[in-house]
């Protein structure tokens, strides 16, 4: 008998897709945990590695995020932003000046607690949901900026990852918040256009 099976029998039937979308989500996500941390081992950056994850675990949880359509383009734009966080690092110098850093960091902040959480069109939250997640993504961010000024004055180095990391969680929660008051704005346009025709035809 399948898992998915096993938990059926013990949440009920009207519960599979809510298993069968969570074993998704959970297989997907060691897959790419996986491919990161072997491709860190391959590299030599497993600590790097390491601290993509945990934004990308925990950041992306609590703040939100951009959703790619299918499982493939999410793993390469995963990896995509792996690869940034590591060139980045090494070669923009700009992220080594610590007032740009600071100041950056707590705009950052500032925006996590004006937009943060981004929601998806097909799993809006709930309003408890959304205070909840805020609350998170502030104490989050407020820890990871907290950690910037910090390690600002004695290593460079890890100030880069974690400066990195924290803008692409951020500008992917300002991506996802966007195409969420996209898709929201579109289909309450379809909903007003559909009620006005359905006017007409009842004249």
Sequence with gaps: MKIVDKLIVLSGDEERETIEYGLS?????????????????????????C????FGIVGTSTLGGFHCK???RCMVSTLIMWGLMLIGTYHLKFFWKKTNVLV??????????????????????TVNDIQRNR????????IVTACICVFGKYDAKCTGYLFINYVEIVFSMMIGKGVYWYAKRKN?????????????QNI
């Design 188 to 200: 309450s346009k379809n909903s007003g256009e559909s009620g006005k025709e359905g006017c007409l």
């Design 25 to 49: 989500i959970l297989l997907d996500g060691i897959i790419t945990i996986t491919v990161i941390m072997a491709l860190g081992i391959l590299f030599g950056k497993i600590v790097e590695s």
């Design 51 to 54: 601290i993509f994850l945990l």
């Design 135 to 142: 609350i998170w993504s502030l104490i989050f961010c407020g």
């Design 70 to 72: 299918t499982k493939l």
């Design 104 to 125: 950056l960091s707590v705009v950052m902040l500032l925006l996590v607690a004006v937009l943060a959480p981004a929601q998806h069109e097909n799993k809006p939250l």
